[in-house]
């Protein structure tokens, strides 16, 4: 019986805020890297070697809680190397040593390291065993042949006056730049350099490769919604229906959520909707797992649809989904689609902020036509932004708190504002008394030509 195949990628998950400071710790780290190898002996130099010892100890500490938290530390070492060598601190002995400079190098790979990792964590890359190993004889390819370049030309060539020209030489001549500052003297350096030049095509070129082959992986990860998302402000589309394109573009129509994005998560094989702004997250929208991947926490909207709209059973899915969001975010604005008209209080017990009937609401627009006619297209046009008028809330102004209502609708008409009502603690109050004394926190429904107006 076949063994049983173990995991690609091995990175314990951390808390987001804890990577962002790990990410801004070493660029900090790389500045003063820069600063030791750029500026001279000097009365700053003992301030900085201090703080590079203080980030190298953070660093070391990072990486044995992350192995700590690995499943498999030894493979997680092994995959992770990069990152403990680079945090090895420079002082005392080491400061004296040749591969102080090697040590720096390392410092300098973090980056990319620490990059591949926050890329992997929201799901940007898909781990791949044939890359990783790629770029890991690269790296080493061009770390030994500026090595032996630096042995063979060391002493007999006026150009190579350290290692970091040695390893200058290997990067220009594995990428094909070639600048020639720096060429072989010595017949073992001319050896290394022909070595490195066959082999270093062939290795860049295969690398070149598996990078493109990544970037179309990860556009076809996106389309079929396996992808995680780090986004803000957004709004949720949980479950699909014909309606749900139809929300959607209205969404996004509307000024007023200009520039927010929106991710759908449902159970589809690829992103039903085919826009720059509109992510998509395959998966089950009632568990946690799959509202994570879609940055659930930090959603400023939320529409829930009905799985089934002809199914009082889709009621209780959507229950659940509801549930499951409000314990990641207390703060969206959550409407729902609801299909039996008994499961309302279900709906709002669970944290939804609007339950919309469909069924209802068409059914009575579907008698006004007959007995009102024109009444649905002027409904229609006060809830859809494409007629260009808009039905919305609006603060009451200061200026108008302690007077009435008459005062506020006489404000406003010259303005071509309407105001149909007042939204007083949580209730909506339809063309109250005119004398309504207006209060602190009262709210307007008004229907305006621009959207937003005031």
């Known amino acids: 019986m076949p063994g049983k195949r173990q995991p690609l990628f091995v990175e314990p998950p951390m808390p987001p805020a804890y990577d962002k400071a790990i990410v801004a710790l070493t660029f900090v780290s790389v500045a003063v890297v820069v600063a030791e190898a750029s500026i001279p002996e000097g009365e700053h130099m003992p301030a900085l070697i201090a703080l590079d010892l203080v980030l190298c100890g953070i660093f070391l500490l990072d990486f044995a809680v992350r192995m700590a938290r690995a499943p498999r530390k030894l493979t997680f070492l092994r995959r992770n190397w990069l990152d403990l060598v680079g945090s090895v601190p420079l002082f005392g002995p080491l400061r004296a040593m040749r591969l102080v400079r090697v040590v720096r190098i390392l410092r300098l790979a973090r980056v990319g390291s620490l990059a591949l990792r926050a890329l992997r964590n929201r799901g940007l890359i898909a781990p791949s065993r044939a890359l990783s190993n790629l770029a ?26 350290g290692l970091d020209d040695a390893l200058w030489w290997s990067m220009t001549t594995l990428s094909t730049v070639g600048y020639g500052d720096i060429f072989p003297k010595t017949a073992t350096g001319r050896l290394i350099a022909g070595t490195t030049m066959v082999v270093g095509v ?3 070129g295969a690398l070149a490769a598996m990078i493109a082959s990544a970037m179309i992986e990860l556009r076809e990860r996106a389309r079929r919604g396996l992808r995680s998302y780090t986004m803000n402000n957004h709004l ?14 209205e969404f996004l129509r509307d000024p007023r959520h200009a520039g927010q994005k929106v991710c759908i998560v449902a159970d589809l094989d690829e992103n039903p909707v085919d826009l720059e702004d509109v992510a998509y997250v395959r998966g089950d929208r009632t568990t946690r797992e799959a509202l994570t991947r879609a940055s659930a926490a930090e959603a400023a909207h939320a529409i829930v649809f009905a799985r089934d709209p002809s199914d009082p059973r889709s009621d209780h899915e959507t229950a659940l989904t509801v549930l499951v969001l409000r314990r990641l975010n207390q703060a969206a604005l959550v409407s729902a689609e609801l299909v039996e008209a008994r499961n309302r209080e279900h709906l709002e017990a669970v944290g939804c902020s609007s339950v919309i009937d469909v069924s209802a609401v068409t059914s009575a627009l579907l008698v006004r036509a007959v007995r009102d006619p024109g009444v649905p297209e002027i409904v229609v046009d006060l809830v859809s932004t494409e007629a260009g008028w808009d039905l919305h809330r609006m603060p009451v102004e200061a200026e108008l708190l302690g007077k009435t209502y008459r005062d506020l609708v006489v404000s406003l008409i010259d303005r071509r504002i309407g105001v149909v009502g007042l939204s007083r603690a949580g209730k909506q109050l339809l063309t109250p008394a005119p004398a309504t004394v207006l209060l602190a926190g009262d709210e307007a429904f008004v229907v305006s030509h621009e959207p937003g107006e005031s």
């Open 136 to 161: 890991v004889v690269t790296f080493f390819l061009w770390l030994m042949a500026g090595l032996g370049f630096f042995l063979a030309e060391y002493g007999e060539n006026e150009t190579v006056t």
């Open 202 to 204: 062939g290795v860049l």
């Open 236 to 249: 949720l589309v949980l479950g699909w229906s014909s309606k749900a394109r139809l929300a959607i573009d």
